[in-house]
C-alpha cells in the first residue's frame, strides 16, 4: 500500500482521507466521529470506509476487479490474449 511507503502518522493520513472522501460518506461517519469510536489506524478507517460504502451502494459492491467475473463483466465474456492464465 502506498500510504505505508511515505513516513507519515496514521492521523495524518486518516486527516487527508477525510477531506476528499465523499459527502455521504462522511455523513455515514459522522456516529463515529461524535462519539469518540473512529478508527485510529490507517489499515481500520479504511476498512470501515469500505463497509460504508458497500452498505450505501450495495449494487456496486457486487462486482470482482480480478478473476473470471471480472473478466465476464467487463468485455461481453471476451478473454483477453495478453492475459495469461
Do not use: C
Request: net charge negative.
Amino acid at each position: 500500500m502506498l500510504a505505508r511507503i511515505v513516513n507519515y502518522s496514521d492521523e495524518v493520513h486518516i486527516d487527508k482521507m477525510k477531506k476528499v472522501i465523499p459527502d455521504e460518506l462522511q455523513n455515514a461517519l459522522v456516529i463515529y466521529e461524535i462519539t469518540n469510536q473512529s478508527p485510529k489506524t490507517w489499515d481500520d478507517y479504511l476498512k470501515l470506509l469500505m463497509q460504508a460504502y458497500k452498505a450505501l451502494h450495495p449494487d456496486k459492491a457486487q462486482g470482482a476487479i480480478f478473476g473470471p467475473e471480472a473478466i465476464g463483466e467487463k468485455s461481453g465474456g471476451k478473454k483477453d490474449p495478453d492475459i495469461r492464465t
